[in-house]
C-alpha cells in the first residue's frame, strides 16, 4: 500500500475527527464523505471498529500497514502495556518527534524535512523518518537548513511547554527527547486497546 496523498478532510470526515489538525470543513460536515453519508445507519461490527481504530492510527502518524504491524510486534515484545507501547515508539518516530519540537507545522512536512536532509540527531544527519529516537537524544536543524521558512514559520509562536517529554532550546533549534511520554500525555483520541484486541485475534 502507497501512502496517502489524497484530499486529508476527506479522511477527517471518515473518522470524524480532525487528526491532521483544525478543519474547517469537518466542522461543517461532521460525517462521512460520499453522497450517502449523513445518511449511513449500518451498525459497524466489533471487527470494523477494531480496523478503523487501527486505520485512524495509521493516518494519524502517516505510517504504512508493514510499518505499523513491525511496531505492534516490537511493542508486543517490550515490557509494559502492549497499546501504551505502541503509541510511544509511534510518538519516538523521528518525523513525529520533529512535529512535536515545531520545527514542522504537520507530520507531513516533518517527514519531508527528515527526508530532504535537514534534520539532525546528536549532530548527525539522519534522513528516515522512521527512525526512533531514544531519550536523551538532541535532535536539530542542519547548520545550513536553519534559514529554511517553513522551518522559521512552524517555530514562530510555537509552545515548546506542551510536550511533558521533549525540551527545546530556541537559539540552537534544538530539542532533547527527555523520555518516553505517559500515555496521559498523549494528545492523539486513539483507543489503542481496540488495536490491540484487533492483532489478537
Known amino acids: 500500500m502507497a ?3 489524497g484530499p486529508k478532510t476527506k479522511i477527517a470526515r471518515k473518522f470524524g475527527e480532525p487528526i491532521y489538525g483544525p478543519d474547517k470543513v469537518l ?3 461532521n460525517y462521512p464523505p460520499g453522497i450517502h453519508g449523513n445518511n449511513r445507519r449500518k451498525k459497524t461490527s466489533e ?4 480496523l478503523r481504530e487501527k486505520q485512524k492510527a495509521k493516518y494519524t502518524y502517516g505510517v504504512l500497514e508493514r510499518q505499523f504491524r513491525n511496531l505492534f510486534e516490537k511493542a508486543s515484545s ?7 507501547v505502541l503509541l510511544q515508539l509511534l510518538e519516538s518516530r523521528l518525523d513525529n518527534v520533529v ?3 515545531g520545527i514542522a507545522p504537520t507530520r507531513d512536512a516533518a517527514r519531508q524535512l527528515v527526508s530532504h536532509r535537514h534534520i539532525v540527531v546528536d549532530g548527525k544527519l539522519v534522513n528516515i523518518p522512521s527512525y526512533l529516537v ?3 537524544q538532541v535532535i536539530g536543524v542542519r547548520e545550513k537548513s536553519k534559514s529554511l521558512e517553513i522551518v522559521n514559520n512552524s517555530l514562530s509562536g510555537f509552545n515548546h511547554s506542551k510536550y511533558a517529554w521533549l525540551e527545546f532550546d530556541q537559539s540552537s533549534k534544538s530539542g532533547k527527547f527527555l523520555h518516553m511520554p505517559e500515555r496521559a500525555d498523549i494528545p492523539e483520541n486513539i483507543k489503542e486497546q481496540l488495536i490491540v484486541e484487533l492483532y489478537s485475534k
Open 78 to 84: 517490550t515490557k509494559g502495556i502492549k497499546g501504551e
Open 27 to 29: 466542522s461543517k460536515k
Open 99 to 101: 512535529f512535536r519540537l
Open 3 to 5: 501512502r496517502y496523498t
Open 47 to 50: 471487527y470494523g471498529i477494531q
Open 134 to 136: 531514544k531519550a536523551g
